[in-house]
Each structure stands twice: as structure tokens, then as C-alpha cells.
């Protein structure tokens, strides 16, 4: 048994990232393993303060009077020990220094301190509130029992009574019960307890969120399509070959059923499974389709779960009770001992990036985890990112194809409306013409619709309704976004202009910004059709707990035939009568102020069409856009992604965006402005000195350039080489603890973003 533990403290300061050494009290010695989480005293006031115990020895250069005592050890599983200490009892502590291992990859590859990338991996040390299942349970003999119950009942002592004659029925049952059933307080329990009559035995127990009741089996029979990828994907796995596999499948050609077929196979074989989703409005369609497989054998992980809930299902995992776990990004890092596939369903989705630190990409993290468990990774998407995309086209990935729809159906009709042209016409509602005709036909038909407003793309880009022109950067290929006092602004390289009067194209007086909501568009729709059975889902009304299921098992069951929403509506869901969608203005999500923006278009559009005919009638769909002629917009309307990715990657390469190149985006922050906009320029001239031929952007102030009083400016690296960007990284963080060491470093705070997914 070791003596000594090398604790990483959970504090986010640069200066304290690094181990300090901890005594192990003796009766902790058995327990505390890597991985495992502790309370210590820090500092010269001893604060009690989180830690991560990343290893153990049995000396330390110290004299043991001068090392301080591990105070806890925080207890996360429902016998009291720690998350790690269950896998330490397991495996000597092998699971621990697993993740404790992922951590340090992490810190190293995406610029976060140790004490960050531990909290991100090591999420099992939140303790929930455990369950506890009571039962009232008969201690004294039959004869013994008879003579009380006529006690009791010359005494008039009605509730015991009742009770009594309950437990000679039948002498051991749930606390619950009887105290609902038989009307009994606690104090009557508590009164006979105390006379040796009954007891109440206490167990803690583990939650299973999941809770679906009886659900039909209906296994579907694979393509010998489908067939083909899954048994390549576990011949890797058999073969110990690894590896990442992306599936590129049409919308509705059932990746679904590629991905549970993989799974059953790996899980047949001792081993566990991952299956991540991008959003939690996915996740009661994927459960119900994996839980007619795995029954209980399967759970989720999201954010609508409670902290104790949450602190189960990692415990679950752990002792082997589950065998797949559901879940968003967060997910990746359920400590199963043996995992065996993790799946990234629409792998495309911006969500799996990380937006606070480590900034990570999911994806390459579950290859790490992957290559170190000797498991494999499958990607998903109809629309794949272009950086996986073009890892398969380079062989970094193997790439399969699904391009028939397992309906059998052909993919939907796909109509542009070009709204300058409505606009001429004198049509200024929120529906196109040819829009409102289907709605109204599909109405009449008793047909579903889906209409969706990508809201998450308005950073206030200013277009004109007339021609179609987007105010743009002339140095960096991305719209300008619109400020306060009419300042016109790039998030990448700073540049500003003022706010025109007239469109600099055609002279129009109809130039602004764009602003959109799916409350105006429900109540429009209620004013024109008052008849027809509408559904809104946005943030405003999912806040609750279970309302995603709620609205989603409600259109699925055909009880309205309107749902209007954001984004979120129109990924990864299966409504089979659902013939129409409506895309009522692309033109929001595809000026982002984002080099990503026209991916994200093409990828949320096809997404979108990809909802209409998915069972056995044909579907249609219509995008409303301003820009008809947009290589984006084409794509998309001719479902082509091979097409689309082609252009797009021109754009990239010319100007060196992920993943023709890769980029950093380095953030200073400070609460005083000069000392941030300082270091900025002296990270910058620090780069061009040290390592030369950069790629450099900047500085420039943030997209939003305060918060909470802290000033922010951004510094963007292109390179080819993204281990050339780790050393940039590297030298910036080198020079930081180099002045503070001499007492000379400025208040500043230093982000690393690898590969940003969104401008700073």
C-alpha cells in the first residue's frame, strides 16, 4: 500500500497546475487509487479544497512533517467510497490511471490546465443524493403476533392493529406501501419498532431513469447493405484492427439499425458501448429503438437527469448493471471497464465541440479513448463535417455509404423560393407562395408539417431584401455582423465599417439586419389556418423536464399537424407522416459571421428535407432564401454532399481553414483593456520571432469584447501542421510562467481553442 499521493488541486490557475504531495491516512491506504477524488488542505490558511489524486508513492523528498494529510475521500458509489475506488477494488487502480491518462492527453493537445481536464473526465466525483428502498419487516412469532393483535385491538389501538394484521399476511414488505395503503404514520411505526415488533431495514438502491414500460420488439431485418458495414466494423474490432469508421447514409436509409446491430455484436462479446447524440431532444426516439434491444440493459446520461441520478447511472456502469449508455458529449467519459464502441450519431453537429475548456473535439477524444481500450469508433451523419469527410478521402477513417432509404421511397422533391422575387410580387408574409399552397394542401390531406427558423445563425448579418447582397469582409470571406450604433464588424480580423443607409449593390432602401422567432411564426399561422393543431418547440417551451418527449411523442402520435421549432426539430427525428417541410429563411444560419457558415446551411437544409417522406407517402420541401443561387443553397436542394464538399473546400483552401489547414484562436483576457490588448500584441510578435512564416489574424477585440468586466482580444494561428499550433501553444504558456516566476506577469488569462467551431 502506498503512503504518499501526487494530487492535482481543482483550481484553474496556470501557477498551481501541478502536483502536490499528500500524506494517506492509514485506514484511506486500500482506497485511495488514481483517479480517486479527495479532500485536502491548501494553502497557508489550510482551505479544504477538491482534488484529483493522479498517482502514488511510497517516499517523497519531503520530510513527513512537512506534508499535510489527505482530510476525505469524497464518496461518489452508494458503498461510500470513491468514483475511482470501485475501479481500483476492480483492477488495482487501473481504471484511474486510464482516465487520469485521457485527462493529461487532453491538457496537453487542447492548451487546459491539468486541474480542468480532470474535472471534464473525472465527472463521477459529483455525489448525488442516494435512493433508499425501506421495508417493514415482522420480528416476533405468529403466536407471539396474535396475542398483540388482540392487545391492540382491546385498546383500541386501531392503527397498529391494521398494520399488525397486514405483516402476519404477509411479514416483510415495502414502507411505502404500507404507509399509503394502510394509512399508517411514522410514529405508529416508530412506537412498535421500539417494542421489538417489526423493524425497518433500509438498502440503498440505483435509479434507472429510463422507465418505458412495456415496448413492442420489432426487429427490423437488415439490407444486405447494412449487413455489409456492421460486419465490417466488428471485424475490426475482432481483429484488433481499431480504428474510426464513418457511415455517410442517406436521411432515413437507417444508420440506426447499422449502429444497434454493431453494438449487439460488440456487447455479445463482454464488452460495452457508447452512443452519443448531439442533442437531448434525440434522446427518447434513440432510447425507445435501443431499449426494444437491450431492455434494461440500457441508459442515458443528459442534462435533464439530477445530479444523484446522474452519480447512479455512472455507478451502474461501473458495477456492469448497464451495458450502453445514451447521451450527449458529456456521455463519452462514463466509466464503463470495458468499452467497446462509441458511436457519434450526426457527427456533424457543432455540439460535440467542447465550447468551454478543455475545448475539445468529441471525435478525437473517443478515438484516443478508442485506441487505448482497443475499441473502435463509428461516425454517423448524412451530411458529414468536412474534416472527417476528408480524413476518409485521405484514409485516416474508413468510409461506408447508405444510399437507399430503407422505406424504399425516393428522397423529397425539393423547391427554392427565391423571397426578393416575393417580395417584388408584393408578398410580405412569412410564407412564400408555393410554401403556403403545400401547408394548405397537406392540411386538407390531414398530412404532417414541420417548419423551422435556424435562429442559432442570427448574429445580426445585414442583407438586402431587394437584391440579395450580403455586407461581407473584404479579408476574410465571412458576413459582417451588425453592432450597437450601426457598426458593421469582422470576428475574425477586426475590421469595421459603418452601418450604409442604401444598398451599396442596387441602391435599395430595404438593407438591415435579420431577426427571426418561432413565437411570430405560430401566431401567424394560428391567424391564417385557426383550425389546424400546432406545436412550437424552442427553448421556451422545453425549459421543463420531460417537455422535449412530451412535444415529440405528441407529433409522432399525429396529435398536431403543425410543429414549428429551431433547429432542433429538424435532427435525426423519424415522423413517418410527415410530408412536408418548410425551411423559412436558410439565409439566417448561412451569413453566420462563420468560414463554417455555408457547411452548416448545406448540412442543416439536407438534414431538414431529409424529415419529409421518411414513410410511405413522397415528401416536398421548400427553402426560403434570399440567396437562391448560393452554391449552399444548390447542394442542398440537389442533395448533393460529394458536390457541395467539393466547392466548399476550395473556399478553405484558399484562405487555409480547417481542414484544408487547421487554426488556433488564442483569447487574452483582462479586467483592464490595456494590459489585454499589451499581451495580445506581444503573444503575436513572440510567434513571429520564435517560430516565423505564421499565418497570423490579429489581435483584434472578441465578438463580444466584455463580459462581467473582463476585457477580451482574440489572436488566430492558420498553419498546415497542428502540432506546430501545439507549439505555439506551448511557447505562449512557456513565456507566461517564465514572467511569473519573475514576479513580472501582467493580470491576464490566457484560452486555447483548437480548430474553433464558431469566431470568438
Known amino acids: 500500500m502506498k503512503k504518499y499521493a501526487l494530487i492535482i488541486i481543482d483550481i484553474a490557475y496556470t501557477k498551481l497546475d501541478r502536483p502536490f504531495t499528500y500524506r494517506i491516512p492509514q485506514g484511506m491506504r486500500d482506497r485511495v487509487v488514481p483517479g480517486s477524488i479527495v479532500t485536502v488542505p491548501f494553502g497557508r490558511a489550510n482551505t479544504l479544497r477538491k482534488g484529483y489524486v ?18 476525505e475521500l469524497q464518496a461518489a458509489d452508494r458503498s461510500g467510497a470513491c468514483a475511482a475506488e470501485t475501479a481500483g477494488s476492480r483492477e488495482d487502480g487501473a481504471d484511474g490511471d486510464f482516465w487520469v491518462g485521457i485527462a493529461a492527453w487532453m491538457s496537453e493537445r487542447y492548451g487546459s490546465t491539468m486541474a480542468v481536464a480532470l474535472r471534464t473526465v473525472l465527472s463521477s466525483g459529483k455525489p448525488g443524493k442516494p435512493a433508499v428502498h425501506r421495508e417493514i419487516e415482522l420480528r416476533v412469532s405468529m403466536e407471539d403476533a396474535a396475542a398483540l393483535l388482540e392487545a391492540f385491538e382491546k385498546k383500541h389501538q386501531v392503527a397498529r392493529a391494521r398494520l399488525l394484521r397486514e405483516l402476519m399476511k404477509t411479514p416483510r414488505q415495502p414502507y411505502a406501501l404500507v404507509v399509503s395503503k394502510l394509512h399508517i404514520q411514522a410514529s405508529t411505526v416508530r412506537a412498535m419498532r421500539a417494542k421489538g415488533i417489526l423493524e425497518v431495514t433500509e438498502e440503498q438502491v440505483l435509479r434507472n431513469p429510463v422507465s418505458l414500460g412495456e415496448v413492442r420488439e420489432d426487429r427490423k431485418q437488415l439490407s444486405p447493405q447494412q449487413q455489409e458495414i456492421a460486419d465490417a466494423v466488428v471485424r475490426d474490432f475482432d481483429t484488433g484492427r481499431g480504428g474510426v469508421s464513418l457511415i455517410r447514409g442517406i436521411t432515413g436509409s437507417g444508420k440506426t439499425e447499422v449502429y444497434i446491430a454493431i453494438i449487439r455484436e460488440i456487447v455479445a462479446r463482454g464488452r460495452q458501448a457508447v452512443m452519443l447524440i448531439p442533442e437531448i431532444a434525440l434522446t ?31 455507478e451502474r456502469a461501473r458495477r456492469g448493471e448497464i451495458d450502453v449508455i445514451i447521451g450527449p458529449r458529456s456521455a463519452l467519459f462514463t466509466p464503463f471497464p470495458h468499452i467497446g464502441v462509441i458511436v457519434i450519431d450526426e457527427e456533424h453537429e457543432s455540439s460535440y465541440k467542447n465550447e468551454s475548456m478543455p475545448k ?36 485516416e477513417y474508413r468510409l461506408y455509404e447508405l444510399d437507399r432509404r430503407l422505406t424504399g421511397g425516393t428522397l423529397p422533391q425539393v423547391y427554392v423560393a427565391d423571397l426578393r422575387e416575393e417580395l417584388r410580387s408584393g408578398n410580405r408574409s412569412i410564407l412564400s407562395r408555393k410554401l ?30 431587394s437584391c440579395g447582397h450580403v455586407m461581407k469582409c473584404p479579408h476574410c470571406d465571412v458576413s459582417l455582423s451588425l453592432h450597437r450604433g450601426g457598426r458593421l464588424t469582422c470576428h475574425y480580423c477586426g475590421y469595421t465599417e459603418r ?18 422567432g418561432t413565437e411570430q411564426v405560430e401566431a401567424y399561422l394560428h391567424k391564417v389556418w385557426p383550425q389546424a393543431r400546432i406545436l412550437r418547440l424552442d427553448a421556451d417551451t422545453t425549459s421543463r423536464k420531460g417537455s422535449y418527449e412530451k412535444i415529440l411523442s405528441a ?49 442543416l437544409l439536407t438534414q431538414a428535407a431529409g424529415r419529409a417522406g421518411r414513410g410511405t407517402r413522397p415528401g416536398e420541401v421548400v427553402i426560403q432564401t434570399y440567396q437562391p443561387e448560393h452554391y449552399a443553397i444548390r447542394y442542398a436542394a440537389a442533395q448533393d454532399h460529394q458536390g457541395f464538399c467539393g466547392e466548399e473546400m476550395l473556399y478553405r483552401s484558399a484562405l487555409l481553414y480547417p481542414p484544408a489547414g487547421h487554426m488556433l ?55 498546415t501542421d497542428y502540432d506546430r499550433l501545439i507549439r505555439c501553444k506551448d511557447l505562449l504558456e512557456a513565456d507566461l510562467a517564465e514572467r511569473g516566476a519573475a514576479g513580472g506577469v501582467p493580470p491576464v488569462n490566457y484560452q486555447f481553442d483548437f480548430d474553433p467551431e464558431s469566431p470568438y
Open 284 to 314: 427518447y426516439q434513440t432510447l425507445l429503438r435501443f431499449y426494444q434491444y437491450f431492455g434494461d440493459r440500457v441508459s442515458v446520461m443528459n442534462s435533464s437527469l439530477s445530479e444523484s441520478e446522474k452519480a447512479d447511472q455512472r
Open 54 to 71: 493522479i498517482g502514488l508513492s511510497d517516499r517523497s523528498e519531503l520530510p513527513d512533517a512537512q506534508i499535510k494529510e489527505i482530510a
Open 436 to 465: 403556403a399552397s403545400l401547408l394548405e394542401d397537406r392540411l386538407e390531406k390531414g398530412e404532417q408539417s414541420m417548419l423551422f427558423l435556424n435562429r442559432r445563425g442570427t448574429a445580426g448579418f445585414v442583407s438586402c431584401r
Open 499 to 516: 452601418m450604409p443607409e442604401r444598398c451599396p449593390e442596387c441602391g435599395s432602401p430595404y438593407i438591415s439586419g435579420f431577426r427571426a
Open 360 to 395: 475539445y473535439r468529441t471525435a478525437d477524444v473517443a478515438a484516443e479513448i478508442a485506441r487505448r481500450k482497443g475499441a473502435v469508433v463509428v461516425l454517423g451523419s448524412a451530411t458529414p463535417s468536412l474534416v472527417s469527410y476528408e480524413r476518409a478521402r485521405r484514409g
Open 555 to 603: 407529433f409522432a402520435n399525429e396529435e398536431a399537424d403543425i410543429l414549428v421549432g429551431t433547429q432542433m426539430i429538424v435532427k435525426g427525428h423519424d415522423f413517418p407522416g410527415v410530408t412536408l417541410v418548410g425551411a423559412l429563411l436558410a439565409d439566417l444560419s448561412l451569413y453566420a459571421g462563420d468560414y463554417r457558415s455555408a457547411e452548416r446551411t448545406f448540412q
Open 665 to 719: 484562436a488564442v483569447q487574452i483576457q483582462s479586467e483592464q483593456e490595456d494590459a489585454a490588448l499589451s499581451e495580445a500584441g506581444r503573444a503575436r510578435e513572440l510567434l513571429s520571432a520564435k517560430e516565423g512564416n505564421l499565418f497570423l489574424i490579429g489581435p483584434a477585440a472578441a465578438q463580444i469584447s466584455r463580459i462581467r468586466d473582463t476585457y477580451r482580444f482574440v489572436l488566430y494561428i492558420k498553419d
